[in-house]
């Protein structure tokens, strides 16, 4: 008997699992003993320093939980892998007579050699990578002076640098087991983007801010020559020894997918509604709104469950007010008011169009543009699609305004501290934005419509209230919201997450519950709670829905062009629709299931 050799290796891929799984572990038991060591810094600390440093260091939990929860996805990813492989090593065994027979007609001279079997299609992991933050050009506030105990700083850096030294062998382990893993279990390759690298940046930053910290606790002790006493120094002098407050802000760590979030129309989206790729669970609100000519106008929500981000209305929403482009020398990314980010490649001095998107990016003369911008430079940043809209965005990224069309474009108008404060139409109309402890607290558009929104004491969204009543977000132990009550008191949707954060099951409110498991190959199984009603989704590995079998076993399938854009559609009855796109990503032609033929021009 001959069985096909399947080059996979499960003791490799425990050992990746293992590894990273317990990278993970260690970073999570290090964020209370983290957070206590900041306190003892910032205990008598002051000024601009401290004021910056304080701001480091609310990123610092969600770091931890987004490389964690990074590494716990490549985890994951294995015990699929080796799921997959015990299937097809299983399946070979079963067909031993089969193969046996083919074994002996081979030795003949008749016949072929076993065939591998199919591998599993694995999910890339979403790479986490830092996003700039913005900060002021001078001093971080308007504090004149500099104050602290020197001992206490000096302390509180002591035990995060312990905390830093018990991780700073961890990339090298992870990037070796990785590296095993290329070599030994090549039937299932896995992306696992960079995370190695990503905590190893993390930790130099880490190491970065201990050693202007610790100049800092030095300055302090040359003053008072005691080192448990309080010392006061006027910022230009600290300024002209450590270095300006505000180049010393760090970077959050920001997870960035282009189809792990938002509402990519691509995508496959079930009940109310879950990302049949992801099992990532939307919630999209829309608060304030205009139509016919104002209809640019509006201020949205959309919560993304795998979004570990907090926004301006907390962790895990986004909205026009968190948008913005992200630049790097590799690449721009554009995060949407959905969540979504979209990549831009570096193509030179400009950029590529983006990826799977009719999307483009270019400097333009800010002259050149319908509209007066809030903003004295002479170019700006333009991303435009290929019906005639485009977004505008400062050399920082920081929006600017959005056109659909002549006349209809609104601007963004931001305060000393870059938070937007108002969008304002071009005829008139406007919302203003208030905020209360970095998040927002009210909205209010030029009609007297009027929004407020509470938070909890992890600061996140549990209500929006509108004239119609509030509308209330709970939350699990997760973090994840696990209910969504309207203003009527009506549960619209009740989620279930599993360890990864994808919705295990939901609760709807006619009383019907619906369970969804993930599959090796991108396969996205729900059922009803009792297993009936099975319908499965099938996505590719960008997240595109690329087929639906139905509890009948009737099969619907796409396929797409290189915008995402819907090149066939195979119906269950094997009725077939089939487009084709200009360059641009535009539709020229479609051929109905009945051989209508139609072509269109621009």
């Not at 990503?198 to 880490?206: F, H, V």
């Not at 549960?491 to 099951?505: H, K, P, Q, W």
């Not at 993930?518 to 099938?538: C, K, P, Q």
Request: aromatic share 8%; with cysteine; net charge negative.
């Amino acid at each position: 008997m001959s069985t096909p050799e399947i080059p996979f290796n499960p003791a490799t891929a425990s050992t990746v699992r293992t590894t990273f799984n317990k990278v993970a572990d260690a970073l999570d038991e290090q964020a209370r003993s983290r957070s206590a060591a900041a306190t003892t810094i910032m205990e008598e600390f002051r000024g601009p320093y401290a004021t910056v440093y304080e701001e480091n260091t609310t990123h610092v939990p969600g770091d931890i939980n987004k490389l964690s929860h990074a590494m716990r996805e490549v985890g994951y990813l294995m015990d699929q892998a080796i799921e997959a492989y015990e299937e097809a090593k299983a399946d070979a065994e079963r067909n031993a007579f089969q193969q046996f027979g083919d074994a002996i007609a081979t030795a003949l001279g008749f016949g072929e050699e076993p065939e591998v079997p199919a591998a599993p299609t694995l999910p890339a992991v979403a790479s986490p990578s830092t996003a700039p933050k913005n900060t002021p050009g001078g001093p971080a506030g308007n504090e004149s002076t500099v104050s602290g105990i020197p001992s206490q700083i000096r302390d509180g850096v002591q035990k995060l640098k312990g905390l830093d030294q018990d991780l700073e062998n961890y990339p090298g382990e992870m990037t070796d087991a990785l590296d095993a893993y290329a070599t030994d279990c090549s039937w299932a390759p896995v992306d696992a983007g960079d995370i190695p690298t990503q905590l190893k940046n993390w930790l130099d930053a880490n190491s970065t801010e201990g050693e202007w910290l610790g100049k800092i606790a030095d300055e302090f002790e040359a003053i008072t020559g005691d080192p448990n006493a309080l010392a006061t120094v006027p910022y230009s002098a600290m300024e002209a020894s450590v270095g300006s407050a505000s180049s010393l802000a760090r970077a959050a760590i920001d997870i960035q997918s282009p189809t792990i979030r938002g509402s990519e129309s691509s995508a496959g989206y079930i009940g109310d509604p879950v990302n049949a790729a992801t099992g990532n669970f939307i919630e999209p609100e829309t608060d304030l709104a205009f139509t016919g000519a104002c209809s640019t106008l509006a201020l949205t929500r959309m919560y993304n469950a795998l979004n570990s981000e907090a926004g301006v209305f907390g962790t895990g929403w986004s909205s026009p007010l968190d948008m913005r482009l992200i630049l790097s020398s590799e690449k721009a990314t554009w995060v949407k008011e959905d969540g979504q980010h979209l990549i831009f490649p570096r193509c030179g001095e400009g950029w590529e169009r983006a990826e799977l998107h009719a999307l483009w990016l270019t400097r333009e003369n800010t002259a050149d543009l319908p509209v007066s911008l809030p903003t004295d430079a002479a170019q700006v940043l333009v991303v435009r699609d290929n019906t005639g809209a485009w977004w505008a965005f400062s050399s920082t990224g920081d929006w600017l305004a959005h056109s659909v069309g002549a006349g209809d474009v609104l601007t963004v108008n931001r305060d000393e501290r870059g938070q937007v404060v108002a969008l304002q139409h071009a005829r008139g109309r406007c919302i203003g934005i208030e905020y209360a402890a970095g998040r927002v607290a009210y909205a209010q558009s030029n009609d007297g419509t009027r929004m407020e929104y509470l938070y909890d004491r992890e600061g996140r969204l549990t209500g929006a209230r509108s004239p119609l009543g509030p509308r209330v977000y709970d939350y699990n132990e997760q973090g994840l919201i696990s209910a969504v009550i309207a203003a009527d008191g009506t549960v619209e949707v009740e989620n279930f997450y599993d360890a990864l954060g994808r919705v295990r099951s939901q609760n709807y409110p006619h009383g019907v519950t619906r369970r969804y498991s993930y599959l090796a190959g991108g396969v996205t199984l729900v059922t009803n709670e009792d297993g009936s009603h099975a319908n499965s989704w099938v996505s590719d590995a960008k997240g595109r829905l690329v087929g639906m079998i139905d509890a009948h076993q009737r099969r619907q399938t796409m396929a797409y062009d290189t915008f995402n854009n819907r090149v066939s559609v195979t119906e269950r009855d094997g009725a077939m629709t089939v487009r084709a796109y200009t360059k641009r990503g535009l539709l020229a032609r479609e051929v109905s299931p009945e051989g209508a033929d139609t072509t269109y021009e621009y």
